[in-house]
């Protein structure tokens, strides 16, 4: 009789396990998801040297020319995050869930939400975090070495700006915008920004790693 119930309870328990871990990982999507909703509406100061314009010209300089402020919306950042936190197959259900709120629940976007935000310039940055999501869980599920990472910042980072720039040309084409306008979007939108995309998302998926390591210590 005890070895008869033996399998059976084992079975069971492995169901009950299951069932936790399905659970665990759909919360801990959600609150990516969550992140992800609250990096587009958070705008973070980032201060640092810089060397100003007037410097070889001679002029009457203080100590604030030589500091840059950059305002930094970490939403790339986030996603980086996302992508190494929860690998590529959670990590682009929290995608989904983000893309569909926003298109069909709340306007949890920049710019608001809704069907019609598939034609605005930006919305091709939010579909390249698809494919950034994929290649980032892709690369580090070899391992967390410090040179997967780098690879997985620089080609998750560069996907979804290429992404962004090449549908915010077509839209734009739609539009018959001007080639003065596409260039200055561009510059705006993926000029230097991408620089601080590249750092904050790199420490992003150190934060990340540690995480994981920090979250299976308490399953």
Not at 20 to 27: D, E, K, N, V
Request: hydrophobic share 55%; net charge positive.
């Amino acid at each position: 009789m005890t070895n008869t119930a033996a399998p059976k309870i084992r079975i069971i328990k492995k169901q009950i396990e299951g069932i936790r871990l399905s659970f665990g990982s759909m919360l801990l999507i959600l609150c990516c998801t969550f992140l992800i909703i609250l990096s587009t509406f958070l705008q973070i100061n980032i201060n640092h040297f810089t060397i100003p314009f007037g410097l070889s010209d001679n002029q009457h300089l203080t100590i604030a020319d030589y500091i840059h402020t950059y305002k930094l919306i970490p939403q790339i950042p986030v996603i980086m995050f996302t992508g190494a936190f929860l690998g590529r197959k959670y990590g682009i259900v929290s995608i989904l869930i983000y893309i569909l709120l926003g298109l069909f629940v709340i306007p949890v976007f920049a710019l608001g939400g809704g069907p019609k935000y598939i034609f605005e310039y930006s919305f091709g940055y939010i579909l390249a975090y698809i494919p950034a999501v994929f290649f980032t869980g892709s690369i580090l599920k070899s391992g967390y070495t410090n040179r997967n990472i780098l690879h997985a910042v620089l080609v998750g980072v560069l996907t979804i700006h290429l992404i962004g720039v090449l549908y915010m040309l077509f839209i734009a084409g739609l539009h018959h915008e001007g080639t003065e306008f596409m260039i200055g979007w561009i510059v705006a939108q993926s000029g230097i920004k991408i620089i601080y995309d590249f750092i904050f998302s790199f420490a992003a998926v150190f934060i990340a790693k540690y995480a994981k390591i920090i979250l299976w210590f308490f399953m």
